[in-house]
């Protein structure tokens, strides 16, 4: 009996682990690219810097009201139903779970989108999400 308790407990904790409850965004949260544009023509490596408004950048692991941290999308998208669920790490998903606001990319020759995109501490999107704009770079 101890030992199917055992296995239930571990079963309910892997189904909670892989779908949150959302919560709201912080009011007037925005996030941004602060240094490139849309349509910026760079060399690798180069420094991406994020922007934030609204939101206190914190590291992972904390739910503090008015906290988040950033999260770097590259040629993917969140879609709907992405919805309530942790952001990826992957080579198109970079998590900044440390509170860092910048980064250096080293990437292949090619063009890219770029996307931000606000997580709360369990690396979760606000509802509605919190994202920049998609801007799209050249890498030379």
Do not use: C
């Amino acid at each position: 009996m101890r030992a199917l308790k055992s296995i239930l407990f571990g079963v309910a904790v892997l189904v909670a682990s892989s779908a949150w409850a959302q919560s709201p965004p912080p009011p007037g949260a925005k996030v941004f690219f602060s240094n490139i544009q849309d349509g910026a023509v760079v060399k690798s490596p180069f420094l991406v810097q994020f922007g934030a408004e609204g939101v206190k950048i914190t590291r992972a692991g904390l739910n503090i009201p008015g906290t988040g941290h950033h999260h770097l999308l590259i040629n993917a998208v969140l879609t709907s139903e992405d919805k309530g669920y942790a952001i990826p790490e992957d080579s198109h998903h970079r998590h900044f779970g440390g509170g860092q606001t910048e980064v250096e990319l080293n990437l292949d020759p090619g063009t890219y989108s770029l996307m931000l995109v606000l997580g709360d501490g369990d690396h979760v999107p606000f509802e509605p999400m919190v994202t920049s704009d998609k801007i799209t770079i050249i890498v030379e």
